[in-house]
Each structure stands twice: as structure tokens, then as C-alpha cells.
Antibody
Framework: QVRLQESGPRLVRPSETLSLTCTAS????????WSWIRRPPGKGLEWIGY???????SYRPSLQSRVVISLDTSKSQVSLTLTSVTAADTAVYYC????????????WGQGILVTVS | YVLTQPPSVSVAPGQTATITCEGN??????VSWYQQRPGQAPVLIVY???VRPSGISERFSGSNSGNTAALTISRVEDGDEADYSC????????????FGGGTKLTVL
């Protein structure tokens, strides 16, 4: 059974770059597709972007100019980079694996709270 | 594409809870539901409207028609107290994956 764990700085200064990694155990990350999702305080879940197993990516339009999702197969890690952050980027960030049909998320990490301040 | 859920639902133990998720012609899309207990990772409990992943209790069931999808939890237990979110994949959307605002289920 795959387990996902997010890691990275929990405090980021405004205008700087947020960088998170998601480490998977029990799964070959190169054979699956992955997403990053966040939940701002008091709000619902918000999809950020995804990385297909074939290497293609797609991002939320409102974040597209600031976000990159990449895969390091040697480390079994998927990374999220979000530049020029503001207080509005404060949220719990989750990585999640897409299910076989690519329409839902079948495994999630515990999440990491990142505060921009 | 917008999904609307009630912010909260309350139910007594042993009773049945129904959480709705409204969206334009949502019945034409596949709906997934996630359970998230405080401090824990979200867990997929229903996908493709009404399919339960392995290990999910049969007390959880889903339906979807017209403009409303619903998650039904029968014989509610204290451990069911959590936040529940619906989600669809919108092939014409941008973004593709859309979540509802979440519903806090309180077990009285």
C-alpha cells in the first residue's frame, strides 16, 4: 500500500518561493500520475496541478504562471514549486495519487501547513 | 464549474446522514467523495458516483442524478464525525478537478 509524505518549509516569506516534496513508499512514482491540492484556512480543497505518468503537466489557470510540478524518480519524490507567494497561498498542501481513470484521487498524504508571513 | 455543499450536517448516532453536492448537470459527471478527520489525510470513500474502494464500509453509499449528488451514511457512528468533500472531473473545465466546499458532519 502506497504511503505519501509531504515535507518542506512551514514558513515562507511573502514574494519568496514555496518548495515542497512528496515522498512515496510502496509505489513506483513513475508509473502513476500525481497532483498537488491545497486547503486554505476555512475553505474547501483546491486543485493546484498534476503530473501525468507520461511527463505532461496541467495547472490551475489562476496559478499557472507561478507553479511547477516535477518528478525525481531516483528519489521517488514529486515536487511542488510556487513562486512569488502571498498570504493567500497560506494553506495545508497535500500530494495525492490519481486513480486509474484519472478522475479521482485514491491516495493522499497527511498534508503540510505552509504559512506565508 | 461550481460544486455547492451545505457547510454542516448534524445527525444522532444510529441514524442516517445525507450530504448533498449540487452542480449544473452533475448527473452527467462522475462524482467522488472524500472523508477527512481532523489532523488526518483525506480518504477516498466513494468514486464514480457510488463505487466504494476496498476497505470502505458499506454504510457509505453514493447517488447522482440531475443537478444533485448525495452521500448517504447509514447507522452513523461517532467515528464518522469528519469533513466530507465531493469532487468531479470536468473534461470541459479549467481546472479539470473541482471540489465542493466541504460539509462538516457532527454526530450528536
Amino acid at each position: 500500500q502506497v504511503r505519501l509524505q509531504e515535507s518542506g518549509p512551514r514558513l515562507v516569506r511573502p514574494s519568496e518561493t514555496l518548495s515542497l516534496t512528496c515522498t512515496a513508499s510502496g509505489d513506483s512514482m513513475s508509473s502513476s500520475s500525481w497532483s498537488w491540492i491545497r486547503r486554505p484556512p476555512g475553505k474547501g480543497l483546491e486543485w493546484i496541478g498534476y503530473l501525468h505518468s507520461d511527463g505532461t503537466t496541467s495547472y490551475r489557470p489562476s496559478l499557472q504562471s507561478r507553479v511547477v510540478i516535477s518528478l525525481d524518480t531516483s528519489k521517488s519524490q514529486v515536487s511542488l514549486t510556487l513562486t512569488s507567494v502571498t498570504a493567500a497561498d497560506t494553506a495545508v498542501y497535500y500530494c495525492a495519487r490519481l486513480g486509474a481513470s484519472m478522475t479521482f484521487f485514491d491516495t493522499w498524504g497527511q498534508g503540510i501547513l505552509v504559512t506565508v508571513s | 464549474y461550481v460544486l455547492t455543499q451545505p457547510p454542516s450536517v448534524s445527525v444522532a448516532p444510529g441514524q442516517t446522514a445525507t450530504i448533498t453536492c449540487e452542480g449544473n448537470n452533475i448527473g452527467r459527471k462522475g462524482v467522488s467523495w472524500y472523508q477527512q478527520r481532523p489532523g488526518q489525510a483525506p480518504v477516498l470513500i466513494v468514486y464514480r458516483d457510488g463505487v466504494r474502494p476496498s476497505g470502505i464500509s458499506e454504510r457509505f453509499s453514493g447517488s447522482n442524478s440531475g443537478n444533485t449528488a448525495a452521500l448517504t451514511i447509514s447507522r452513523v457512528e461517532d467515528g464518522d464525525e469528519a469533513d466530507y468533500s465531493c469532487q468531479v472531473w470536468d473534461s470541459d473545465g479549467d481546472p479539470f478537478w473541482v471540489f465542493g466546499g466541504g460539509t462538516k458532519l457532527t454526530v450528536l
